[in-house]
C-alpha cells in the first residue's frame, strides 16, 4: 500500500511510484494509471488501475479496471494502445518537471 503519494491509500504492486528516469515504466504507468483513476473517479464512488507491463514489449499485457459505485463492483479489461513513448510524451518525461510534478502531482 502507498498511502502518502495521492493523498488516501494506493496498493502498489511493484516499481516505484517515483524515479528519476522519466522512461522507466514504473514512473510512466504509474502516472498513467493516476490519470485513468482520475478519469474514471468522475462517475465512481473507487476506483483502481492495475497495469502490469513486460520487459522488450512496447504492448501492456494486462490492463484492468475495477469501479465500486453505489457497493456494485464491476471489473473490466482494458485495451490500452498506447506504446511507452506516446505515454513519455504524454506526461512530458524527456523534458526536466520531475520537481513541479513531485509538488503539484497530475493536474
Do not use: H
Not at 60 to 73: H, M
Not at 76 to 93: A, R
Request: aromatic share 10%.
Amino acid at each position: 500500500m502507498a498511502c502518502d503519494f495521492y493523498e488516501g491509500a494506493c496498493p502498489v504492486g511493484g516499481g516505484s511510484p517515483w524515479t528519476k528516469d522519466g522512461t522507466k515504466a514504473d514512473l510512466t504507468l504509474n502516472l498513467y494509471a493516476r490519470a485513468l483513476a482520475k478519469q474514471y473517479l468522475e462517475d465512481n464512488d473507487e476506483c483502481f488501475v492495475y497495469l502490469s507491463s513486460c520487459i522488450g514489449r512496447s504492448e501492456l499485457p494486462s490492463s484492468v479496471l475495477k469501479t465500486i459505485k453505489d457497493g456494485q463492483v464491476t471489473v473490466e479489461n482494458l485495451y490500452i494502445k498506447k506504446t511507452p513513448k506516446d505515454l513519455i510524451e504524454e506526461f512530458k518525461l524527456n523534458t526536466p518537471v520531475f520537481a513541479k510534478l513531485c509538488l503539484d502531482g497530475l493536474v
